[in-house]
């Protein structure tokens, strides 16, 4: 099903559409760090881009953080560290780009475990903490409401990716990726349909990590000089979940078996690529029409080597988000200030076209700081 979009659609009361001032912080599932991102905006329509910084995780906690991905034990001393991480990048961020009044921090955590067929998602991330720390309200725990109501948790960004996209050419698809590749649909009449792709550049970063300790495949220099394996290739795309209709989400690690044995360092760096890139073109049969642009934000914009791959596949024109005048850097940092301020507003975080949750649903968990006389 495939939902018109009204951002200021029913979800809770109506406000006047003041405008707010909300910074909000995205960990991803690639790992590299803290993006932190300010905007104005009422919620609805209306965004003005401010600042923007990533503060990268040192190597030592970003392998503490790898080793809990999937757990559902205790992970408080890894919590603990990722919110204060979180208060120092927003403190950094303050002082370098002096945002005055801050109305709300928008506080994503990071991801551990998703399993939608579940009903499970979980974020780490201490929204009481930050808030204290900081003295500033944050807006925390954005998926679970979608999951307690019958969604898939994920993707968040869509009715953000809506208003950016409101004065494009249309129909449009924004795909971001990130560990996971995901993607909006919006279409002319303002239609909206959001979903997981499939693998994004997590599936390539632990192949170059385990093969070589690099971090990623810079400017996709290893997959350029490689060749794909059609074996591999085919059998990522008879895998069920390319056959599922969306909308769909995925984990980190659903596709970890796919890593190739056998092929060399730029085999498989070639392979994981065209992978992803075959994934973004199976999803493209489930949209309403073609879309005329493709807009690429996450990591995987800086991937010459990946963009190629899409451009081949694709058809209509592939380009990043900043041919749109958008930060590519900052665009899920956004989206979760954006996401903060429609649940200050009691306004929906998803609908059924992106998530699969029954009704649009609002979301979000507000820590509130107390006077300090209280």
């Known amino acids: 099903m495939v939902a018109s979009i009204n951002i200021g659609a029913p979800g809770g009361p109506q406000h006047s559409p003041r405008m ?27 965004v003005i881009a401010g600042p923007a910084m990533t503060l990268p995780y040192s190597r030592e906690f970003r392998e503490r953080l790898r080793s809990v ?11 603990r560290e990722l919110t204060d991480l979180h208060a120092a ?9 002096p945002v005055a009044a801050v109305d709300v921090v928008g506080f994503h955590g990071h991801t551990i475990l998703h399993c939608p067929a579940e009903r499970r998602t979980r974020q780490i991330g201490d929204g009481a903490r930050l808030a204290q720390r900081l003295g500033i309200d944050v807006v925390a725990d954005f998926r679970s409401a979608d999951v307690a109501a019958g969604g898939q948790g994920a993707p968040l960004a869509p009715l953000f990716h809506a208003a950016l996209a409101a004065a ?3 129909p ?13 649909w919006i279409g002319q009449d303002g239609e909206i349909l ?21 971090l990623a495949d810079l400017d996709g220099m290893l997959a350029r000089a490689g ?16 056959d599922q209709p969306p909308p769909k989400s995925l984990d980190r690690d659903d596709f970890r078996e796919l890593i190739p044995d056998g092929l060399s ?100 968990r507000l820590f509130a700081m107390e006077p300090k006389n209280a």
């Open 20 to 46: 707010w001032r909300a910074v909000g912080l995205m960990s991803g599932t690639s790992l590299d760090g803290i993006d932190v991102a300010a905007i104005e905006t009422d919620g609805r329509d209306r």
């Open 69 to 79: 991905l999937g757990s559902v034990g205790p992970v408080s001393e890894v919590e």
């Open 89 to 97: 990048a927003v403190q950094q961020f303050l002082h370098e780009h």
């Open 168 to 170: 494009r050419p249309k």
């Open 172 to 184: 449009v698809a924004v795909l971001n990726i990130g560990g996971v590749a995901n993607v909006t």
């Open 194 to 214: 959001a979903f997981d792709t499939g693998p994004g550049n997590a599936l390539i970063d632990d192949w170059v990590r385990r093969t070589t300790g690099a």
């Open 227 to 242: 060749r794909v394996s059609a074996p591999h290739l085919q059998r990522l795309l008879a895998l069920p979940f390319f």
């Open 265 to 364: 360092v730029p085999d498989g760096a070639a392979t994981l690529t065209e992978m992803t890139a075959a994934a973004v073109e199976a999803s493209a049969r489930y949209f309403p029409q073609p879309t005329r642009q493709w807009l690429v934000t996450g990591g995987g914009r800086r991937n010459p080597a990946l963009m190629d791959a899409l451009q081949r596949r694709l058809g209509s024109p592939v380009r990043p988000v900043e041919a749109a005048g958008w930060d590519g850097d900052a665009l899920e940092a956004q989206a979760f200030a954006y996401l903060a301020v429609r649940s200050l507003n009691g306004l929906p975080l998803s609908l059924p076209s992106t998530t699969g949750v029954s009704e649009p649903t609002c979301g979000g």
